[in-house]
């Protein structure tokens, strides 16, 4: 597998260069073509009126959506216009219900979505929407680009988060082409189960697969000291250096993992290295 055809979804204009820089670098890496959808965001909700409210009231916010997709297709064509890589864009505007049907139906004929970190100050509640379409309806992997920091399109060090689960194995197989041009990539195991096929060799049987795949692995395994297992992986991601983290996106519920947390949505929240995810 190789990543030749590459998407990305823009809805703030904020946020244009920080995600073009991000996929535009994995474009170069992979002299892959990128494909840009600039969305301007309806963000009212639909079907509901304040008292006395018109239909003025519904075109004022189309039009506002309207006014940010054409000032975020001029940056992204500013932005791309100096770029050696092959690129296509095109905007639009979706009501913000609706936005996951939009970024989906174009997600599923790309190798790979790079897309925003989508919590943190500032973040709209689109990019939420944007990485869950990509992921479940698209079922498209996610490269999810941390804030403020620079591109890493060809990691060298790479954390893979293993907890024998179809997510994570689904994850580890469509990052093969990264994890083949890795220096090493760390298997991360924390708190192996006591019982079961693997409980002797934690790790062995996904190290095997990728070896054979050409893949420089090193299984570590790591107990729970800290409350969560993402603060965990963060903690070995500043202790091995890594580069990125690759891992299973949503072994729980959406819904489950929106009310009480998870490993995926902390990640997301607290990541300073690029994070790929599947699901």
């Given at each position: 597998?190789?990543?030749?055809?590459?998407?990305?979804?823009?809805?703030?204009?904020?946020?244009?260069d920080?995600?073009l820089?991000?996929?535009?670098?994995?474009?170069?890496?992979?002299?892959?073509h990128?494909d840009?959808?600039?969305?301007?965001?309806?963000?009212?909700?639909?079907?509901?009126?304040?008292?006395?409210?018109?239909?003025?009231?519904?075109?004022?916010?189309?039009?506002?959506?309207?006014?940010?997709?054409?000032?975020?297709?001029?940056?992204?064509?500013?932005?791309?216009?100096?770029?050696?890589?092959?690129?296509?864009?095109?905007?639009?505007?979706?009501?913000?219900?609706?936005i996951?049907?939009?970024?989906?139906?174009?997600?599923?004929?790309?190798?790979?979505?790079?897309?925003?970190?989508?919590?943190?100050?500032?973040?709209?509640?689109?990019l939420?929407?944007?990485?869950?379409?990509?992921?479940f309806e698209?079922?498209?992997?996610?490269?999810?680009?941390?804030?403020?920091?620079?591109?890493?399109?060809?990691?060298?060090?790479?954390?893979?988060?293993?907890?024998?689960?179809?997510?994570?194995?689904?994850?580890?197989r469509?990052?093969?082409?990264?994890?083949?041009?890795?220096?090493?990539?760390?298997?991360?195991?924390?708190?192996?189960?006591?019982?079961?096929?693997?409980?002797?060799?934690?790790?062995?049987?996904?190290?095997?697969?990728?070896?054979?795949?050409?893949?420089?692995?090193?299984?570590?395994?790591?107990?729970?000291?800290?409350?969560?297992?993402?603060?965990?992986?963060?903690?070995?991601?500043?202790?091995?250096?890594?580069?990125?983290?690759?891992?299973?996106?949503?072994?729980?519920?959406?819904?489950?993992?929106?009310?009480?947390?998870?490993?995926?949505?902390?990640?997301?929240?607290?990541?300073?290295?690029?994070?790929?995810?599947?699901h």
């Amino acid at each position: 597998m190789t990543y030749n055809s590459l998407f990305t979804v823009l809805t703030d204009p904020a946020l244009v260069d920080e995600t073009l820089t991000h996929a535009t670098a994995v474009a170069e890496a992979n002299d892959a073509h990128l494909d840009v959808l600039c969305l301007g965001v309806d963000r009212s909700q639909t079907g509901y009126y304040y008292a006395g409210a018109s239909a003025v009231v519904l075109q004022e916010t189309i039009t506002r959506a309207q006014d940010e997709a054409e000032e975020i297709d001029s940056l992204a064509r500013e932005r791309l216009g100096g770029a050696t890589i092959r690129w296509a864009a095109e905007k639009g505007v979706a009501q913000l219900a609706d936005i996951g049907r939009h970024v989906a139906a174009r997600a599923r004929f790309a190798d790979l979505v790079t897309l925003p970190q989508p919590y943190g100050e500032g973040r709209g509640a689109e990019l939420e929407a944007l990485t869950e379409a990509a992921l479940f309806e698209g079922r498209t992997p996610v490269l999810i680009a941390p804030t403020g920091q620079a591109p890493s399109a060809a990691p060298k060090r790479i954390l893979l988060g293993w907890n024998e689960s179809t997510e994570a194995l689904t994850a580890a197989r469509a990052a093969l082409p990264l994890m083949r041009s890795a220096e090493v990539v760390h298997i991360v195991v924390i708190d192996p189960p006591t019982h079961g096929p693997n409980r002797s060799d934690p790790g062995g049987l996904v190290a095997q697969y990728l070896a054979r795949h050409g893949v420089k692995t090193e299984i570590d395994v790591l107990s729970r000291s800290l409350p969560r297992v993402s603060d965990v992986l963060l903690r070995h991601v500043t202790d091995m250096d890594a580069d990125m983290v690759v891992m299973g996106a949503y072994g729980h519920s959406r819904f489950r993992e929106a009310i009480f947390g998870g490993a995926t949505r902390y990640m997301l929240e607290q990541a300073t290295v690029p994070v790929f995810m599947a699901h």
